[in-house]
């Protein structure tokens, strides 16, 4: 008897180490400087940060990248894949708004940090899951590359610090509701004319769907193409249902935007 209660006993033990070990990253720091920083604009399709601000909280936000830093890849891949993708968003979020800190005010665009034999987005400077890696990295290898994912809309919760870029959310990503999140943010970013707009019997949208159109044409979610995917939002792009057919069948011009890449600081 003395046996099996030590056996069951260290059972007890071993589950209740490897559940604390799997409990998911707690983002509040994030998700609280992130509701006092983060200004809605143009009606709430998109939003601007008041980096001063960030600025002043700088013990608070120094306190969340550590923590961001102190996670391990061993805890990492313990988690579910939607705490895992709610982190590597935060992570990329929370580092680009860092980087810009590095010069704020002294700068007019994210590209101001970089030259034309560097881009600020290849600086290797986050401590993160156990390796020194750039911004890239993170949105490349760790999220687009890793085929764990598999999600295009992605790309409209990353922020690259820009006014071309999808609004940087007033809330951290969670696991739990990541999946309304980027809903919420695809549906948000088509829905902003001054990016994405049916006009003139075209669609003219965001470059972002040029440089990353692979990504809406692999089967993830479902969308075998581009013309698919803007036909799921077709309300947010204000397209009538007798272009849809067209666009399918490829006779509606699809025009990409240039991209503004002003800093996204309130102004």
């Avoid at 890696?133 to 994912?149: A, V």
């Avoid at 019997?201 to 089967?219: A, H, M, N, T």
């Amino acid at each position: 008897m003395r046996f099996f209660a030590a056996l069951l006993m260290s059972l007890l033990v071993s589950l209740q180490t490897n559940s604390l070990i799997a409990e998911p990253m707690n983002h509040a720091h994030w998700d609280s400087l992130l509701k006092k920083h983060v200004k809605s604009i143009d009606g709430g399709s998109a939003t601007a940060l008041d980096y001063s601000g960030f600025a002043r909280d700088t013990g608070r936000f120094k306190s969340y990248q550590d923590q961001l830093s102190r996670v391990t890849q061993t805890e990492f891949d313990q988690w579910s894949k939607d705490n895992q993708l709610a982190f590597l968003i935060n992570a990329y979020n929370a580092f680009t708004v860092a980087l810009i800190l590095t010069k704020y005010p002294g700068l007019d665009s994210i590209k101001d940090l970089g030259s034309f034999f560097s881009s600020p987005w290849k600086k290797k400077f986050i401590k993160l899951l156990g390796q020194t890696r750039s911004l890239d990295d993170i949105e490349h290898k760790l999220i687009r590359g890793s085929r764990r994912y598999n999600d295009p809309r992605i790309h409209f919760a990353v922020n690259c610090a820009s006014i071309g870029c999808p609004a940087l959310r007033a809330e951290a990503y969670m696991g739990d509701r990541i999946d309304s999140q980027l809903q919420d943010q695809t549906r948000q970013f088509l829905s902003d004319t001054s990016r994405n707009r049916s006009e003139n019997g075209q669609l003219e949208v965001s470059s972002i769907f040029k440089w990353y159109r692979e990504d809406f044409e692999k089967g993830w979610l479902g969308f075998d193409s581009l013309e698919d995917f803007f036909v799921a939002y077709k309300s947010e792009l204000g397209m009538a249902d007798e272009q849809l057919s067209d666009l399918q069948a490829g006779k509606i011009d699809i025009e990409f935007l240039d991209y503004d890449w002003r800093l996204n600081d309130v102004r």
